[in-house]
């Protein structure tokens, strides 16, 4: 069952935006070594809008071969076009995905209805766990509570990310984890989501301070309310460190400061603006990782 703290990892790239095979294995074996309950490929923060198809599933493979089923690979699937996200789940699977996780359509602004039909198409066609992913501040689509518990009715739709509000994770919790497992979205929030009954949180703040965030996931999934409270507390400032401009600007900037990638984002990204780098940095040294 997958639960605790999985990585939304990056997709490491050189100045001149190749991707970094290289440094992608460095990165696998690091969270391997601190006990990374689970890695997302090409999420959000992997720059999956910048990657082209050919290159979405090169990472993802790179990924599986490297991790070895020591832990479990979720494919980030998700698009905007029902065809595109079905190709990516189903290439994804073929390649040794243990799941795939789906956003929302983007930009389109579906119905619930047809969200509904979107994630039910995917799910019916492709046998492959499948975790939906609902974040509105990005998508401008809000996957609303009714609507996941008439998906949570489908056998390999097994879990939700729920990137909005703690009140709307709560409220996925009682009306449908008996089902599906709810994971928290939200950095910030995730300790007080897993004490509420979430099961895990899909991290950003993981990729700089992995070992933190699984001992945080142990403690507040094991009801340990005030161990999770201290070391959650510990990466309060990383936390919204990471946000001060768009995921994964402020983490690729961090994780080249630790010596685990180099500087390369796409446009339209750019790397983090160097009025910044201090409050990150002093961040990265209140969490204990610099």
């Not at 919204?240 to 080249?256: D, G, H, R, S, Y």
Request: aromatic letters at 4%; hydrophobic letters at 40%.
């Amino acid at each position: 069952m997958l639960h605790g703290s999985m990585v939304a990892i990056v997709t490491p790239m050189r100045d001149n935006g190749a991707l970094d095979f290289d440094a992608l294995s460095r990165l696998v074996d690091f969270h391997i070594e601190k006990d990374t309950d689970a890695i997302v490929a090409v999420g959000t923060t992997g720059e999956s809008t910048t990657l082209d198809f050919d290159e979405h599933i090169q990472v993802v493979k790179w990924i599986v071969d490297r991790v070895k089923k020591r832990i479990p690979v979720i494919a980030g699937t998700g698009a905007s076009s029902t065809r595109e996200a079905l190709r990516l789940t189903q290439r994804s699977m073929e390649v040794g995905a243990d799941a795939c996780l789906l956003v929302t359509p983007y930009y389109s602004k579906p119905t619930q209805e047809g969200l509904y039909r979107h994630f039910k198409t995917i799910a019916d066609s492709v046998s492959l766990p499948q975790i939906l992913y609902n974040v509105p501040g990005r998508t401008s689509c809000d996957l609303q509570p009714e609507t996941v518990d008439r998906l949570a009715d489908i056998p390999n739709i097994i879990g939700i990310k729920e990137a909005s509000t703690l009140e709307r994770i709560k409220q996925l919790v009682r009306i449908c984890s008996d089902r599906l497992a709810v994971f928290s979205g939200d950095d910030g929030t995730a300790a007080e989501a897993m004490l509420c009954g979430a099961r895990g949180v899909i991290s950003v703040t993981a990729n700089i301070a992995p070992h933190t965030m699984h001992l945080m996931s142990v403690a507040a999934l094991s009801g340990d309310r005030t161990q999770a409270e201290f070391l959650d507390k510990k990466l309060s400032e990383l936390h919204k460190a990471l946000f001060l401009e768009p995921n994964p600007t402020p983490v690729k900037w961090a994780l080249n400061q630790l010596g685990m990638i180099p500087i390369g984002i796409r446009l339209p990204l750019t790397m983090l603006s160097e009025s910044l780098h201090p409050v990150v940095r002093v961040a990265m040294g209140y969490a204990g990782v610099l």
